[in-house]
Nanobody
Framework: QVQLVESGGGLVQAGGSLRLSCAASGSIFGITEMGWYRQAPGKEREWVVVISAGNSTIYLESVKGRFTISRDGAKSTVYLQMNSLKPEDTAVYYC?????????WGQGTQVTVSS
């Protein structure tokens, strides 16, 4: 079992920045990758970014160059630095962690970008 706790969401004006954190606990040594999805009102959940155990990263095209994912040395916490935010980035952001074929989810954190 893996537990994920997110923090760092909030309200920001367009062009601003936020940093999200996701702290993992429990059976973290089995985690192969972590990342973030987001879900905007009335839309399906959308994958945003993933980081592997080897620190390889893949980003959604629309956030490339604006968002940066990183993880701490112990690999138990991942961060999502979001710069140049746009109103279309408004969503609930969910952290995830994968252990073999099981995906664990955080509770979600709201990010609202005003125009």
């Amino acid at each position: 079992q893996v537990q994920l706790v997110e923090s760092g969401g909030g309200l920001v004006q367009a062009g601003g920045s936020l940093r999200l954190s996701c702290a993992a606990s429990g059976s973290i040594f089995g985690i192969t990758e972590m990342g973030w999805y987001r879900q905007a009102p009335g839309k399906e959940r959308e994958w945003v970014v993933v980081i592997s155990a080897g620190n390889s990263t893949i980003y959604l095209e629309s956030v490339k160059g604006r968002f940066t994912i990183s993880r701490d040395g112990a690999k138990s916490t991942v961060y999502l630095q979001m710069n140049s935010l746009k109103p279309e980035d408004t969503a609930v952001y969910y952290c995830f962690a994968r252990v073999r074929d099981i995906t664990y989810w955080g509770q979600g954190t709201q990010v609202t970008v005003s125009s």
